[in-house]
């Protein structure tokens, strides 16, 4: 007698064995919520942490628009308005020379050093000599000297040209770079593909030519951090105008603010919403640079960042 074969295709239509009832068991609660607690404590911190620094700046608006008497008093609104502190800031000092002075002092002094840099960063990462990593060592060194070690032999050589005092030592020594943006620099050029570059000296490209058509137009983003990190350095440096200058015609924005002080500040007629107007001008130039190129500063950061 024949076997009795099954016609039952195995696919997953095929009827299944039913499972055993389950108990009922209420959800556990999943990550979902303890995500939106974190998101929520992490914006309560970066909230409390963004007023903390925003509140000296919110503190200087508000009370170089009140009147003498009410600078110190607190209050974030003004209980009586004195615009014409500005006014008098205006009137009072050559502050629209200052700021000229800042910007072309700041000016050339990141394009020097980003310039110069950038043409040293760029040798250390594109050729191989012997000696490269000692030598590059030794530039990085020259970032444990600190600035006052120098301060006395640096003016020496300006006073015996001829230049110590005028507005050229705050600038003319980035033309021999920088050791903190070599490095950065540095670090990104060694991202860049190198058969770019080699491909390039097959066609019969220069070496300079690498460097100003592939590398420089590759490398926007960190040299703008370069430029605006000096920028902002020299604009806030204090220093070297101390140092260097002593016709006012030539002072930059702290230097000019040193004299503020000096004469509304405490030493003098104790106008202290004056000198505290006059802290607010020379504050909102690097406010204004940092809307207009926040953006690229933040993606120069994280691309320079990621070079290995």
Not at 108 to 122: D, E, G, P, R
Not at 280 to 296: D, I, K, N, Q, S
Request: hydrophobic share 55%; glycine share 6%; aromatic share 14%.
């Amino acid at each position: 007698m024949a076997a009795h074969v099954s016609t039952t295709p195995l696919t997953d239509s095929a009827p299944l064995r039913s499972a055993a009832p389950t108990a009922n068991i209420p959800a556990r609660p999943g990550p979902r919520w303890r995500s939106v607690v974190s998101r929520v404590a992490t914006a309560v911190v970066m909230t409390l942490v963004g007023v903390v620094f925003v509140y000296p700046l919110v503190w200087l608006v508000s009370a170089s628009l009140k009147p003498r008497s009410q600078v110190f008093d607190n209050a974030i609104i003004p209980a009586v308005w004195a615009p014409e502190n500005y006014v008098e800031v205006w009137q009072e000092m050559a502050l629209l020379q200052w700021l000229t002075n800042s910007l072309v002092v700041g000016f050339a002094a990141a394009a020097a050093v980003t310039i110069s840099s950038a043409l040293v960063a760029f040798g250390f990462a594109y050729f191989r000599f012997p000696g490269r990593q000692v030598l590059f060592g030794l530039v990085l060194a020259t970032m444990m000297l600190p600035a006052a070690v120098t301060l006395i032999p640096t003016y020496v050589i300006w006073n015996e040209l001829g230049l110590a005092t005028s507005q050229v030592p705050l600038w003319a020594g980035n033309l021999f770079g920088s050791a903190f943006y070599i490095f950065l620099l540095r670090q990104f050029f060694k991202g860049l593909p190198r058969d770019l570059f080699e491909a390039a000296r097959i066609d019969g490209c220069g070496f300079f030519s690498l460097f100003w058509r592939i590398a420089v137009p590759l490398s926007k983003p960190a040299l703008l951090i370069a430029f605006i990190f000096e920028f902002q350095a020299s604009w806030t440096d204090l220093l070297k105008p101390l140092v260097y200058l002593r016709d006012p015609e030539l002072f930059t924005l702290p230097r000019g603010l040193k004299a503020v002080l000096d004469q509304f500040g405490q030493g003098g007629e104790r106008q202290w919403e004056i000198v505290l107007a006059a802290n607010v001008v020379a504050t909102l130039p690097m406010l204004l640079l940092f809307v207009v190129a926040g953006r690229y500063f933040v993606r120069g950061i994280s691309l320079t960042g990621s070079k290995e």
